[in-house]
């Protein structure tokens, strides 16, 4: 056994004692020790192997498989520009709190400086968006090594674990190789390389119990703002906190859906005369929200108290506003105090703005109207990804939150790329029906995550695309008012008429273009069976106009009650 051979053997091992199941890998000749290992053990039925030929798909791919399991997955390179391309992933699990492994391939270090090929300086590449970081020796045939190799994995698993004492999130492991990189026959290693005997890691690490959190205090008028946050479940534990604690919720479309949040938060926060009459005196925020004007605008008010409850020790203030800050323990603790009548005035209000929007109908084709189709289409208990812009403001304005879907989406840093490799690789984890919502752009963005070989693990996924042929999100900003059409459509607008279906077919993958609600809702219906793309063709022409009638229907409802 060479010494590449026997360190890229002992780092596969490990990560499976350690609890990886999941291995993205993208070939290459500097890699190809792990290619080998990570293939035995896929045919050992060890841990499960994804090959993809684009890096940048791969990084996305390996997010999508830990996004909602938890479990760190692992994405191996060649070296050079490979690495690099994993950047826009690695920012995204640091800001989304995703446990993400970066396992690089690399020329040892005699070679950096010297103008070899595909060299490059691969340690911090990745700059502050780590958890931890480490590069290995260049292994060489001498006894004594394996141990370090084997604990360097399980501080890497570790720590993008969050653990102990910090915060999921991307970790780093550069291995720099020397050829031979391919199998040879001479003999055996110096000393023994296996791992503990019983099968476990060769360190365990448990993350450290968190101290007594000291509940918020007892303020009656309090609304709850929940936004994205990084673990399945904790949107629903803010809601019941909120709910036992008396105060009603505004939240972000993301986690199940649940019926303890006002129907329509942020169209009732856009009604100001409303708003006036209803202020809360403090407003506590849970986790990330990112998305809506309005939330931002409540938060900025004069004489309304900001606290937060963070998922991290960075907690969310871009506005400078927030007094206190609060560890996720604090929901384990309601402080029931709430003022009755001033909370169902605003599930009053939310309920009669959700029966004003139900008789009026949402505008078709919209993106609006294809958000909430599909949300109330799909099966229950379904797990729905959506992608950044306009798709997930579409999506929280339009839903009444009351789907029993899961939601998530890349929110960490909310770019358009990766998103169809995020979206296979949560189907390719789960066991839920898993759809995806995806605007165009968003879409051709990654559309090299179809790119999926004929021995690669399928998913069952949907992606529904809304194709309004370029930026409609610049629509619904300042660069979409109607004074400034005539600088519009060639910097913003960006339109691309791109052949979806062509595209599609070009990876052997279903496409159906759908023209009404009802056909939408019957190509959602059932369960996916593979990957399959269903179109909706808007306007975005007619984005401002039906984001508009949504806050005047929402204004004229609560008028009138």
Same mark, same amino acid.
């Given at each position: ?12 091992? $490990? ?35 994804? #090959? ?39 920012? $995204? ?10 396992l690089s391939a690399d020329r040892p270090s005699e070679l950096r400086g010297t103008g070899a090929n ?34 360097? /994995? ?31 026959? %001479? ?6 390389? =296996? =791992? ?36 399945? =479940? ?41 708003? %006036?009459?209803?202020?809360? $005196?403090?407003?506590?925020? #849970? ?33 400078? #506003?927030v007094t206190a800050v609060h560890d996720l323990g604090v929901l384990r603790h309601p402080v029931p ?5 001033w909370a169902e005035a605003w599930h009053d209000a939310g309920r009669t703005v959700a029966a004003q ?34 798709? #997930?403001? %579409? ?44 605007? %165009? ?14 021995? $690669? ?8 695309? /809304?194709?309004?042929?370029? *930026? ?7 660069? =979409? ?19 979806? &279906?062509?595209?599609? &077919? ?5 496409? /159906? ?7 939408? &809702? ?7 069976? *593979? ?31």
């Amino acid at each position: 056994m060479n010494p590449s051979t026997a360190l890229a053997t002992v780092l596969v091992d $490990e990560l499976v004692r350690c609890g990886v199941r999941e291995a993205v890998l993208c070939p290459g000749s500097r890699s190809a020790p792990l290619a080998y290992a990570l293939q035995e053990a896929d045919r050992a039925g060890r841990l499960r192997l994804h #090959v993809r030929v684009d890096e940048r798909s791969a990084g996305f791919l390996a997010l999508g498989l830990a996004k909602v399991t938890r479990v760190p997955a692992v994405v191996v390179t060649t070296s050079g520009t490979a690495v690099a391309n994993l950047h826009p992933a690695v920012l $995204e699990a640091h800001h989304g709190q995703v446990p993400l492994l970066v396992l690089s391939a690399d020329r040892p270090s005699e070679l950096r400086g010297t103008g070899a090929n595909q060299t490059t300086t691969q340690p911090g590449l990745f700059g502050q968006a780590l958890r931890w970081s480490q590069e290995l020796a260049a292994p060489e045939r001498r006894p004594g090594q394996a141990p370090a190799w084997r604990s360097s /994995v399980c501080r890497a698993v570790a720590a993008s674990r969050g653990r102990p004492g910090g915060v999921p999130g991307p970790a780093h492991l550069n291995v720099p190789l020397r050829e031979p990189l391919v199998p040879t026959g %001479d003999g055996g290693w110096p000393d023994e390389i =296996g =791992g503990r005997a019983d099968g476990a890691p060769w360190v365990c690490v448990t993350a450290g119990t968190p101290g007594p959190a000291r509940p918020v205090d007892p303020v009656p008028r309090t609304l709850v703002v929940v936004g994205d946050l990084p673990e399945p =479940g904790q949107a629903e534990a803010a809601v019941r906190w909120a709910h036992e604690s008396g105060w009603p919720v505004v939240a972000e479309p993301f986690g199940a859906g649940t019926s303890g949040v006002v129907p329509h938060g942020p169209l009732l926060l856009g009604v100001e005369s409303w708003l %006036d009459q209803h202020l809360p $005196e403090r407003v506590v925020t #849970v986790g990330r929200p990112t998305l809506a004007r309005p939330v931002a605008r409540l938060l900025r008010r004069d004489g309304v108290r900001v606290e937060a409850v963070a998922a991290s020790p960075d907690w969310t203030d871009p506005g400078h #506003v927030v007094t206190a800050v609060h560890d996720l323990g604090v929901l384990r603790h309601p402080v029931p105090c709430g003022d009755h009548d001033w909370a169902e005035a605003w599930h009053d209000a939310g309920r009669t703005v959700a029966a004003q929007v139900e008789k009026e109908g949402l505008p078709w084709p919209s993106g609006l109207g294809v958000a909430r189709g599909l949300l109330e289409a799909v099966p229950a208990g379904s797990l729905l990804f959506v992608g950044s812009s306009n798709a #997930v403001r %579409d999506l929280d304005l339009s839903s009444d939150r009351a789907a029993a879907v899961a939601v998530v989406a890349n929110r960490g840093l909310a770019g358009i790329d990766g998103c169809v490799s995020t979206a296979v690789g949560l189907a390719l984890a789960g066991t839920s029906p898993t759809y995806a919502l995806l605007g %165009d752009l968003t879409f051709l963005h990654d559309s090299g995550g179809l790119l999926i070989g004929p021995h $690669e693990p399928s998913p069952d996924l949907t992606l529904v695309v /809304v194709n309004d042929d370029g *930026g409609g999100i610049f629509t619904l900003l300042e660069p =979409g008012e109607p004074e400034r059409a005539d600088d519009f459509e060639r910097v913003f607008g960006t339109p691309t008429g791109t052949d979806l &279906a062509a595209l599609c &077919a070009a990876h052997g993958v279903a496409h /159906v273009r759908v023209a009404d609600p009802q056909a939408l &809702a019957d190509a959602v219906a059932q369960p996916p069976r *593979g990957p399959r793309v269903v179109e909706v063709e808007i306007d975005r022409s007619g984005h401002r106009a039906a984001h508009a009638h949504m806050r005047r229907v929402a204004a004229e409802a609560l008028a009138a009650g």
